[in-house]
């Protein structure tokens, strides 16, 4: 159990902990408790068969989802920031593990940073599809763009989002949607996003106590809330491997609890994907269930979290 934080609108209620993590000398898979797909077909532009995919696999892809037009404008946003040397200075920028390579840039959904994918994030598009799925308003919870520059990209091993979120962030319950917009061709070879079918069913309850300040280190390289090889192996035997791949402008929508991790890419292909964290509004954040200090705002979005009011700035980029 955990009480709410005293600015939080839960703050009178004790929230129990479904999903204990990071607390057992032994790993343990734990069964989901809360719905995957929240909403019907007639509120939303996702069909039912699009749904019920996402229902039993726990990801979409929509292969073409942007124009060649509107990915042009996103990457020439995406070199803008990339080449901001006072922005690669800030802590939402994230270096390789070894190297000074771009690893990560994080919260490009506010508008100091990027007014384009601030709009982006909340297109019509975007969160008029998280908006079906949890059958509510949405706010974005974390952003972020996943860089893996040829030859010098690292992996990202196979995790849990919601592990983390949950864990570390105060996430009570798994009413949370990612969406990754492939800026870049995501080839079999450049390390794309792979994600383990009907994993999103099941909880991996994860061993070892989360140190304070954790993700200075975690979002270089993840040591704590990574599935043992027993667990995965069981999972993967059971639902096999899927790679996200596709040509610029394919979007992908995972589940909050989607096993999903990438190889390092060592080809000459960059490979760049934009992700936006959509939360539902009565998902409220509490405090970290791992009784650390919160993670900061830039990583997982406690006080800066208006309702997302969906636009159309696709349209405009698409003339």
């Known amino acids: 159990m955990i009480q709410a934080s005293p600015k ?11 999903y204990p993590s990071r607390i057992n000398e032994t790993p343990v898979v734990l069964p989901r408790h809360d719905p995957i797909v929240y909403g019907q077909a007639s509120d939303g532009p996702l069909s039912p068969q699009q749904l019920d995919e996402f229902q039993q696999n726990g990801f979409l892809i929509l292969p ?68 079906q799925i949890l059958d509510s308003e949405v706010h974005i919870h974390q952003s972020r763009v996943n860089l893996k520059p040829g030859f010098a990209g690292k992996e990202f091993y196979w995790h849990s ?12 319950r798994m009413r949370a949607v990612s969406c990754s917009i492939l800026l870049t ?11 383990v079918p009907g994993s999103h069913r099941r909880y991996i309850s994860c061993v ?4 304070e300040n954790h993700y200075k280190q975690s979002l270089r390289r993840q040591q704590f809330g990574v599935p043992d090889n027993a667990s995965l192996t069981e999972m993967i035997r059971q639902g096999g491997i899927v790679s996200a791949t596709g040509a610029l402008g394919t979007v992908v929508f995972f589940d909050c609890n989607t096993l999903h991790g990438s190889n390092g890419n060592i080809t000459p292909f960059p490979r760049s994907n ?13 405090e970290p269930f791992c009784g650390c200090t919160p993670r900061p705002e830039f990583v997982a979005s406690r006080k800066r979290c208006p309702v997302l009011q969906p636009c159309s700035v696709l349209e405009e980029l698409a003339g």
């Open 8 to 18: 939080d609108p839960l703050a009178n209620q004790v929230i129990e902990d479904l």
């Open 64 to 131: 073409a989802m942007l124009s060649p037009a509107q990915v042009q404008a996103c990457h020439a946003e995406l070199d803008r920031l990339r080449k901001n040397q006072d922005l690669q200075h800030r802590p939402e920028a994230i270096v390789e593990p070894e190297g000074a390579e771009l690893r990560s840039l994080f919260a490009p959904h506010r508008s100091e940073i990027s007014p384009l994918f601030a709009r982006v994030a909340a297109d019509r598009q975007f969160a008029g599809i998280a908006q």
């Open 161 to 172: 989002d919601f592990e983390t979120w949950h864990v570390e962030d105060g996430m009570p």
């Open 185 to 195: 061709d995501n080839f079999e070879f450049n390390g794309p996003l792979m994600l």
């Open 208 to 211: 070892g106590q989360t140190p």
């Open 274 to 286: 934009l992700f936006f964290v959509y939360n539902s509004v009565h998902n409220h954040i509490v």
